[in-house]
């Protein structure tokens, strides 16, 4: 556990002192589980780019992968441009330690 767990409001509303027999619903998945991802040749140039970024990323282990672009890579996934990713202030504990590469915006 971490500080934001010692700091979250615990929650106690979702749960209740009687119990709810009442059976829930299953929603469907509207994706579809069995189609994997298309070839890197069945992708635009956009799609393309940001395959070569993530397979730049070191994934040796949990922490290795580069913040900087992999928030921008999980931001286009999302989000494919329609909105520009934020930005984040300067904070004091980064100590310049943000990668310097140039930002692809």
Known sequence: MNRFDALADPITTCFTDTLDPTPYRAVPSNIPL?????????????????????RELDWSHIDA?????????????????SENP???PNL???NGLRNTQTDVD
């Open 34 to 54: 069995d189609e994997r991802n298309p070839a890197g040749t069945a992708m635009n140039q956009d799609d393309q780019f940001w395959l070569g970024k993530t």
């Open 65 to 81: 992968p580069d913040p900087y672009w992999l928030n921008r890579i999980i931001w286009y996934s999302l989000h494919r441009f």
């Open 86 to 88: 934020p930005s984040y």
């Open 92 to 94: 004091p504990w980064d």
